[in-house]
């Protein structure tokens, strides 16, 4: 069993800052890639930054300057971070957290229940 646990969305003033982490925990014998998602009603899941095993960064055009994507992997914990500066009004959104998890019997990329953030104007 793969658990992806987000934390750290709020309720923010635009221009303010954000700090999302994700924890991954479960049976994993190994974690690829990682990225950030993020969605409005209404609207697909889009690609908000990702980061692989190698530290390679992408980000979407809309956050470049502004979000950084992090990876920590000490002592065979991974926990990913997404920092967030000069939030805009149209970063509102629910973000997720999603992983490529290899169990080892399957690998499969895997996604957090989402955390919320709001950035008031």
């Known amino acids: 069993q793969v658990q992806l646990v987000e934390s750290g969305g709020g309720l923010v003033q635009a221009g303010g800052s954000l700090r999302l982490s994700c924890a991954a925990s479960?049976?994993?014998?190994?974690?690829?890639?990682m990225g950030w998602y993020r969605q409005t009603p209404g609207k697909q899941r889009e690609l908000v930054a990702t980061c692989t095993i190698g530290g390679n960064t992408n980000y979407a055009d809309s956050v470049k300057g502004r979000f950084t994507i992090s990876i920590s992997r000490d002592n065979a914990k991974n926990t990913m971070y997404l920092q967030m500066n000069s939030l805009k009004t149209e970063d509102t959104a629910v973000y997720y957290c999603?992983?490529?998890?290899?169990?080892?019997?399957?690998?499969?990329?895997?996604w957090g229940q989402g955390t919320q953030v709001t950035v008031s104007s």
């Open positions: 999603n992983a490529y998890v290899d169990l080892g019997s399957r690998a499969f990329g895997a």
């Open positions: 479960g049976s994993i014998r190994s974690i690829g890639a």
